[in-house]
């Protein structure tokens, strides 16, 4: 097993296990439950609201009078520019995301106020906040401890001149590997990553490390297109059951292989406000048929240290980690 890495590895005591001890299963917590608490709160906050966001003809433009327009009646008065600008964020990245919550949280938030055991008050300046890209480097100190760990259990040793890298189809979540390593090992790496949810939870993890503090991405690898075009495909086939990469456009309709007009189905089986969202990025993104260039296809690297990072200067790396000064969570601010 591998010194250097296992070194770096924080206490697993507040890890949530998701899958079996044998995969890419725990996704470093470290929450006490006061900040589990303000956690739940918030997710449950945006995800009420965006439904309610949902249910507008014109979802962005709605939340764009809330928090942007101060000549709006619907403008957010009450609340400081700062829990404006962060609920503006968040509540528009779940429209683009297809209503997947992924701002974590802030103790400043406006929809926190009427806890006052947690809410700070209406600015970021007080406090403490949670380090996002601390929280990311304890994950994937985590995350590799595990990889070395499936290593041992398959008895393969990595010298330090062997490097790999991890492909992960962003719709299966299935992951190839090539490098300098013999086809054998290859075989055998590839089986144990692809049990269960390893793939998704290794996918996930490298995602959410190709975003900033601010939650902006910073890897070449990604882009609001790519973003757009992934939720666009999970949306249609958790609702349809299809794979639209299969489309076709005949006679004016986007049809699958079985003559199934797709955006009539998805019509079927879902509400006015996500169909015309949906609709309208289907035939931005789609066009006459499926532009596999802008899948969210993402890759890493894997060597004797662990995982690194590819395509961006602040990696989460063991060798790319230097920036990051130290590994508490927290950062107070007075």
């Known amino acids: 097993m591998n010194t250097t890495v296992l070194a770096n590895v924080p206490n697993t005591s507040n890890m949530n296990t998701i899958n079996s001890d044998t995969n890419i299963n725990c996704i470093f917590d470290g929450l006490s439950e006061e ?16 439904h309610e966001n949902m249910a507008h003809s014109n979802p962005i433009a709605w939340i764009e009078a809330k928090y942007c327009d101060s000549n709006s009646p619907y403008f957010r008065r009450e609340m400081s520019e700062e829990q404006r600008n ?3 964020r968040n509540e528009k990245r779940m429209i683009e995301t297809g209503g997947k919550y992924t701002a974590g949280f802030a103790r400043f938030d ?13 600015s970021s300046q007080t406090g403490y906040s949670r380090n ?15 990889l070395f760990t499936l290593l041992g259990v398959s008895g393969i040793e990595l010298s330090r ?17 090539n490098g300098n390593i013999s086809n054998d090992k290859i075989r055998i790496l ?13 996918w996930t993890h490298v995602w959410n ?6 939650n902006e991405i910073i890897n070449i690898q990604g882009n609001t297109k790519k973003q757009q075009q992934f939720a666009l495909w999970h949306e249609f086939y958790n609702t349809t ?32 406000a996500v169909f015309d969202l949906f609709s309208t990025r289907f035939h931005e993104l789609v066009e006459n048929e499926w532009n596999y260039a802008d899948d969210l296809e993402l890759e890493i690297g894997f060597d004797s240290t662990g995982l690194y990072d590819i395509g961006q200067t602040n990696g989460f790396g063991i060798k790319q980690s230097g920036w990051i000064t130290n590994t508490a969570i927290f950062d107070a601010r007075i």
């Not at 406006?110 to 209406?122: F, M, N, Q």
């Not at 490390?209 to 601010?214: G, L, N, T, Y």
């Not at 456009?249 to 006015?272: A, H, Q």
């Open 241 to 272: 059951g299809y794979d639209i990469r299969k489309v076709k456009l005949v006679d004016k309709k986007y049809v699958m292989p079985d003559g199934t007009d797709i955006l009539e189905i998805f019509r079927e089986k879902t509400n006015s």
């Open 190 to 202: 590839e089986e144990l990553l692809n049990r269960n949810n390893s793939g998704k939870n290794l």
């Open 110 to 122: 406006y929809a926190l106020r009427k806890y006052p055991e947690l809410y700070i008050g209406p």
């Open 161 to 177: 001149n062997d490097n790999i890298k991890l492909t992960i189809d962003p719709y299966s979540f299935n992951i190839e590997i």
């Open 209 to 214: 490390c190709m975003h900033d503090s601010s």
């Open 86 to 88: 962060i609920a503006y």
């Open 132 to 146: 996002t890209d601390k929280m990311k480097y304890q994950e994937r100190c985590s995350i590799n401890e595990q």
């Open 35 to 50: 900040e589990r608490k303000t956690r739940e709160i918030l997710q449950e906050h945006y995800n009420k609201v965006y």
